[in-house]
């Protein structure tokens, strides 16, 4: 069963959160505790659509949230040919608004990535937006 924002961030907040590295202009860059090796970037979600986009994929990796948004880790380049819809955000090099994130879902399996097609599909459906797929992705399926 899905708890509520408030007794996630609590339950974070009893475990040594990953390091976060301090970056220019108020941003952080979320660290993640399994290996990462195809890079790391985030995609943002406003806090009131987190527990519904969790809930809706299969394959979850690490998230973090702050009061105002849940931060889903991604592979590097997950923006390559994509049009992330509003009010998403994307985030290279998972740097973030420093908020306090704090990482509330950790995966059961060693890969700490959502994976992004999913999650795409998932953040269009929540805000009504149709998937904008690009000239070269619809002709590389041909």
Same mark, same amino acid.
Do not use: K
């Given at each position: 069963m899905l708890r509520s924002m408030a007794s996630l961030l609590a339950a974070g907040s009893r475990r040594t959160p990953p390091p976060r590295r301090p970056e220019p202009d108020g941003e952080v860059r979320l660290c993640s505790p399994l290996p990462t090796p195809l890079g790391c970037d985030a995609v943002g979600v406003p806090a009131r659509h987190g527990f519904r986009v969790l809930s809706r994929l299969s394959g979850r990796g690490l998230v973090f949230a702050d009061p105002e948004w849940w931060w889903f880790l991604v592979p590097a380049g997950s923006d390559a040919e994509l049009r992330w819809p509003l009010p998403s955000c994307y985030a290279p090099g998972a740097r973030v608004p420093d908020r306090g @994130?704090?990482?509330? %879902? %950790?995966p059961e399996a060693t890969s700490p990535y959502t994976p992004p097609i999913p999650?795409?599909?998932?953040v269009c459906q929540l805000t009504g937006v149709? @998937?904008?797929w690009s000239a070269w992705n619809v002709g590389a399926g041909r």
């Amino acid at each position: 069963m899905l708890r509520s924002m408030a007794s996630l961030l609590a339950a974070g907040s009893r475990r040594t959160p990953p390091p976060r590295r301090p970056e220019p202009d108020g941003e952080v860059r979320l660290c993640s505790p399994l290996p990462t090796p195809l890079g790391c970037d985030a995609v943002g979600v406003p806090a009131r659509h987190g527990f519904r986009v969790l809930s809706r994929l299969s394959g979850r990796g690490l998230v973090f949230a702050d009061p105002e948004w849940w931060w889903f880790l991604v592979p590097a380049g997950s923006d390559a040919e994509l049009r992330w819809p509003l009010p998403s955000c994307y985030a290279p090099g998972a740097r973030v608004p420093d908020r306090g @994130p704090r990482l509330i %879902h %950790h995966p059961e399996a060693t890969s700490p990535y959502t994976p992004p097609i999913p999650l795409y599909l998932v953040v269009c459906q929540l805000t009504g937006v149709a @998937p904008a797929w690009s000239a070269w992705n619809v002709g590389a399926g041909r």
